[in-house]
């Protein structure tokens, strides 16, 4: 009776995650980590997380439960015994192990994910040719501060620049599509976004993608050449958003 009374009560909680957000339930229920003690507390939750997290935000995986578990890892260095070491690593690694699920149908790719993975990349690359400001970002990012990057290369992002680059046609026309198709005042982080994927894209691919939306704006004909609009309102209000 207690093995069924837990899996349902993992499941009702689990239904909770999935329909409010982990975001709200980690508030209601925080996974925290006693620094003078080392005890934990809600660690229970990861596993529930990893089945039933859906829709979330990646940004709150950068900035809640990655710090969370670099919290862990730090703390299993410090501990005298080993017993308890290897539990805290074990911890940090269930929360490192959170990442795919938060990568489910994310709520906001454009905003965190795909600005950060060019950003990232790029960093790593003008750091190499002494970019100072390149070096700045590289150093204040939470990504980049993590023990893995040792082993991320120039040659590693040369190739995670490149595999963006082969499918940056796709990635901005859907874009640009849900850019058109958003309110103005969500419009802000898909110019971002589309701003990160234009830099590293060819010439060619941001020339086709311009002139395909200013077709759609009816700026300019079939040809190629400026239309008069100075009669149509629609085509002015959406010029000025």
Same mark, same amino acid.
């Given at each position: 009776? /207690?093995?069924?009374?837990? $899996?349902?009560?993992?499941?009702?909680? =689990?239904?909770?995650?999935?329909?409010?957000?982990?975001? @709200?339930?980690?508030?209601?229920?925080?996974?925290?980590? %006693?620094? #003078?003690?080392? &005890?934990?507390?809600?660690?229970?939750?990861?596993?529930?997380?990893?089945?039933?997290?859906?829709?979330? *935000?990646?940004?709150?995986?950068?900035?809640?439960?990655?710090?969370?578990?670099?919290?862990?890892? @730090?703390?299993?260095?410090?501990?005298?015994?080993?017993?308890?070491?290897?539990?805290?690593?074990?911890?940090?690694?269930?929360?490192?192990?959170?990442?795919?699920?938060?990568? @489910?149908?994310?709520?906001?790719?454009?905003?965190?994910?795909?600005?950060?993975?060019?950003?990232?990349?790029?960093?790593?690359?003008? /750091?190499?040719? =002494? %970019?100072? #400001? /390149?070096? &700045?970002?590289?150093?204040?990012? *939470?990504?980049?501060? !993590?023990?893995?990057?040792?082993?991320?290369?120039?040659?590693?992002?040369?190739?995670?620049?490149?595999? $963006?680059? /082969?499918?940056?046609?796709?990635?901005?026309?859907?874009?640009? %599509?849900?850019?058109?198709?958003?309110?103005?005042?969500?419009?802000?982080?898909?110019?971002?976004?589309?701003?990160?994927?234009?830099?590293?894209?060819?010439?060619?691919?941001?020339?086709?993608?311009?002139?395909? *939306?200013?077709? @759609?704006?009816?700026?300019?004909?079939?040809?190629?050449?400026?239309?008069?609009?100075?009669?149509? !309102?629609?085509?002015?209000?959406?010029?000025?958003?």
């Amino acid at each position: 009776m /207690s093995v069924c009374y837990d $899996l349902q009560l993992q499941e009702c909680i =689990g239904s909770a995650v999935t329909a409010l957000g982990p975001e @709200r339930i980690l508030t209601l229920l925080p996974i925290s980590l %006693d620094a #003078e003690n080392f &005890t934990c507390s809600n660690i229970w939750l990861v596993p529930i997380l990893n089945k039933y997290v859906v829709g979330a *935000s990646l940004r709150y995986f950068m900035e809640h439960i990655m710090p969370l578990a670099e919290s862990f890892k @730090r703390a299993s260095h410090k501990v005298k015994k080993s017993v308890i070491g290897e539990d805290l690593q074990a911890h940090a690694h269930g929360l490192w192990g959170l990442l795919p699920v938060f990568c @489910r149908y994310p709520t906001d790719t454009c905003q965190s994910f795909l600005n950060e993975l060019v950003n990232q990349n790029r960093s790593i690359l003008r /750091s190499s040719e =002494g %970019d100072c #400001e /390149s070096n &700045t970002y590289a150093i204040k990012d *939470s990504m980049i501060q !993590s023990s893995s990057v040792a082993s991320y290369s120039e040659k590693t992002a040369t190739k995670n620049i490149g595999a $963006l680059a /082969s499918c940056s046609m796709e990635l901005l026309q859907a874009l640009t %599509d849900l850019f058109f198709g958003s309110p103005p005042e969500k419009r802000s982080y898909l110019k971002d976004a589309i701003g990160c994927l234009a830099s590293i894209s060819d010439s060619s691919i941001t020339k086709r993608i311009l002139i395909s *939306s200013l077709e @759609r704006l009816e700026l300019i004909n079939g040809v190629g050449e400026f239309e008069n609009v100075g009669n149509s !309102s629609t085509t002015e209000k959406d010029t000025q958003r």
